[in-house]
């Protein structure tokens, strides 16, 4: 009979690397529900829809810069704290396969 070729087991993949625009929308969202804001009252003082706002933070919409600094200002924050906690969100523990 013939010899017997083992495979290498199937490695573990790597976990995914989250989106800016996810972790800008998850910092919103936490930032939105710490200050006890709602939706509406959110996006109305930033000058965007409500809807809007909903997919930002789910992070279906990559909001242009503008956006981000009305929504960052409408709950009391500098484009710069918001940036800094989503580059915070995307150093974490996240460790990528070479």
């Given at each position: 009979?013939?010899?017997?070729?083992?495979?290498?087991?199937p490695?573990?993949?790597?976990?995914?690397?989250?989106?800016?625009?996810?972790?800008?929308?998850?910092?919103?969202?936490?930032?939105?529900?710490?200050?006890?804001?709602?939706?509406?009252?959110?996006a109305?003082?930033?000058?965007?829809?409500v809807?809007?706002?909903?997919?930002?933070?789910?992070?279906?919409?990559e909001?242009?810069?503008?956006?981000?600094?009305?929504?960052?200002?409408?709950?009391?924050?500098?484009?710069?704290?918001?940036?800094?906690?989503?580059?915070?969100?995307?150093?974490?523990?996240?460790?990528?396969?070479?």
């Amino acid at each position: 009979m013939g010899e017997v070729i083992r495979f290498p087991a199937p490695s573990t993949p790597a976990p995914v690397e989250p989106l800016w625009r996810e972790a800008a929308g998850e910092e919103i969202r936490q930032e939105r529900h710490r200050s006890e804001r709602t939706l509406s009252d959110v996006a109305q003082r930033a000058g965007i829809s409500v809807q809007y706002l909903s997919e930002v933070e789910r992070g279906l919409k990559e909001p242009s810069s503008e956006v981000l600094a009305a929504v960052a200002g409408a709950l009391g924050l500098r484009m710069a704290d918001l940036t800094l906690r989503v580059a915070r969100r995307l150093h974490g523990p996240v460790c990528l396969a070479a």
